[in-house]
């Protein structure tokens, strides 16, 4: 899934809505994009110092925990 993102969607607000498109069939909310970004900038910085990755392996690994995090989203699992 992170992937596919990261291949097919150039930056991240491309790849915060392929992801909702993907998962939820909708795009994400305006408000939905903002935490998107915010997830993705904060684990990045994380993978970058704990793991000492680069900045795209770091990135790389941010889009694939924020796809889990869209996986287990109740919208994702729970049909209305």
Same mark, same amino acid.
């Given at each position: +899934? !992170?992937?596919?993102?990261?291949?097919?969607?150039?930056?991240?607000?491309?790849?915060?809505?392929? !992801? +909702? *498109?993907?998962?939820?069939?909708?795009?994400?909310?305006?408000? *939905?994009?903002?935490?998107?970004?915010?997830?993705?900038?904060? =684990?990045?910085?994380?993978?970058?110092?704990?793991?000492?990755?680069?900045?795209?392996?770091?990135?790389?690994?941010?889009?694939?925990?924020?796809?889990? =995090?869209?996986?287990?989203?109740? *919208? +994702? =699992? +729970? =049909?209305?």
């Amino acid at each position: +899934f !992170a992937d596919r993102l990261m291949k097919e969607a150039k930056d991240d607000p491309s790849r915060i809505a392929l !992801a +909702f *498109e993907m998962a939820f069939a909708r795009p994400p909310s305006e408000s *939905e994009t903002q935490q998107g970004l915010s997830y993705l900038d904060a =684990v990045t910085k994380r993978y970058e110092a704990a793991e000492k990755l680069s900045p795209t392996g770091a990135r790389l690994k941010a889009c694939d925990s924020y796809c889990r =995090v869209i996986l287990r989203a109740n *919208e +994702f =699992v +729970f =049909v209305d």
